[in-house]
């Protein structure tokens, strides 16, 4: 058995990220770059220390032992000769096999949309289906107020070309870790785990940055995919080129100038070269009543309620929205009803069985005179459905008082 494989787990994941870089000799400049690159504050210690076996002289160390006797020398970073045809970017080089996210976070963020039974379509769904079917790299920005179904649509659309998604969901919190990759402690093992850019990018997969307004600084580290050409993993020296399909698809409350109207709290202005990625910018406006009025119905099904028995309430809370969108646009109200908050109330009534209960709940997050308004506006609507006004029939003989 090798003296070597006594080496506890730090310690050997630092011989392997030195043989990493297809060298055996180091100085101190030398285990300093690499240090940084992954992740570390400094040398460990034990590789400073007089004592290590591996110390050849003051700030010299030699490792070839240990690559010799435990492992075969990990693949260097790919070199930067050799572009293609102009390409900014080299031909991607082998790189050491991490664990991949579909492990870890890729987990959480890779998703093969099911077809939605009740799924209506409508407003840009033609457009995004289009671009996402065609495989073409075609960054798209979806721009729309909350809960109009933005993120549903992208997903239904490539759910209906067979598309797998990588979904992050940006905040002010999401760093490059975050979307290209890093080291994480797996099985007691530190690895290192792709991004979910990453793995969107070498699968050939869509992107989708849900909420993009939200970040930070550090959604520019995707500059190179959002042109459609390779990125380069500092921390594993790895060129990852995009396989062909891949594409980015981001949402957004604002259009990236930031929100003045106080509604979209840590939205910020982004930054005009990463916008100015997006080729194409689409507008996701609220679905018309008619529209919304289909999306209940058979969101209605899917909750166990009878549509056609409800179909006044489903028409009432249609026209209840829709009249209150008007006056939020107009700046004569501050709260405003979606469509996804229709559809949880639609929920509330599958499990209470009451209108009113069901609409109370939907906007109890409302300030008090906002849900007395909304009530007595609902109130007002659903009565003109219910009893509608007859019309009046013309007679021929009907006396004409101004005559």
Known sequence: MSKFTSLNKSRRAWLEDLARSGKTRFDVSDADAIAADTGRSCIPLWFRANSCEFKVARGQWDIS??????TAPLPAPPSTIGLKGGMNHPEPAPAPAPVTAMQMAGAESRIVPDKMAEYVKWGNHKSVATILASGEFYPVYVTGLSGN????MILQAAADAGRTCFRVNITR?????DLIGGFRLVNGDTVWVDGAAVLAAKEGAILLLDEIDLGGPALMCLQPLLEGNAIYVKKTGEWVKPAPGFTVVATANTKGKGDE????AHTGIMNEAMLDRFPVTLEQPYAPASTEARILKG?????????????NFIKSLCQWAETNRKAYEVGATSDIITTRRLESILRAFSIF?????????????FDDQSKADLIKLYEKISGEIANPIPEVQESSNAECPFE
Do not use: H
């Open 149 to 152: 179904g933005k993120t549903t």
């Open 261 to 264: 109207t106080g509604s979209f």
């Open 65 to 70: 032992s240990f690559v010799n006797g435990e």
């Open 173 to 177: 919190q999401t760093d490059e870790s």
């Open 353 to 365: 069985g009451d209108r009113t209960t069901a609409i109370e709940m939907g906007i109890s997050r």
């Open 299 to 311: 969101k209605a099904k899917s909750f166990g309620v009878d549509a056609k028995a409800e179909e």
